[in-house]
């Protein structure tokens, strides 16, 4: 069982910066892929970005060139360093978590671009 606990959601202005940060379980270890997802009302939640633990990246063309993931395989925590936010990156963000064959995910955290 891994448990996720995301931070730093919130609000910001668009063009503005936002950092989310993913601590999974102390007691889990080498964690394959993690990353971020997200889910706005009555969509389908999408991918954002994930890194592999030998660090492979994949991102939604959306957010590339603005969005940086990136992970501390020594706590097994994932970043996501979100630049040149826009309000349509307005959503509800999940962590996500694949181990053992399992998939994993946190609550949520709420990421609102608005002026």
């Given at each position: 069982?891994?448990?996720?606990?995301?931070?730093?959601?919130?609000?910001?202005?668009?063009?503005?910066?936002?950092?989310?940060?993913?601590?999974?379980?102390?007691?889990?270890?080498?964690?394959?892929?993690?990353?971020?997802?997200?889910?706005?009302?009555?969509?389908q939640r999408e991918l954002v970005a994930t890194m592999t633990r030998?660090?492979?990246?994949?991102?939604?063309?959306?957010?590339?060139?603005?969005?940086?993931?990136?992970?501390?395989?020594?706590?097994?925590?994932?970043?996501l360093q979100m630049s040149s936010l826009k309000p349509e990156d307005?959503?509800?963000?999940?962590c996500n978590a694949n181990y053992l064959g399992g998939d994993y995910?946190?609550?949520?955290?709420?990421?609102?671009?608005?002026?």
């Amino acid at each position: 069982q891994v448990q996720l606990v995301e931070s730093g959601g919130g609000l910001v202005q668009p063009g503005g910066s936002l950092r989310l940060s993913c601590a999974a379980s102390a007691t889990v270890f080498n964690i394959n892929t993690m990353g971020w997802y997200r889910q706005t009302p009555g969509k389908q939640r999408e991918l954002v970005a994930t890194m592999t633990r030998g660090g492979n990246t994949n991102y939604a063309d959306s957010v590339k060139g603005r969005f940086i993931v990136s992970r501390d395989n020594g706590k097994s925590t994932v970043y996501l360093q979100m630049s040149s936010l826009k309000p349509e990156d307005t959503a509800v963000y999940y962590c996500n978590a694949n181990y053992l064959g399992g998939d994993y995910w946190g609550k949520g955290t709420l990421v609102t671009v608005s002026s």
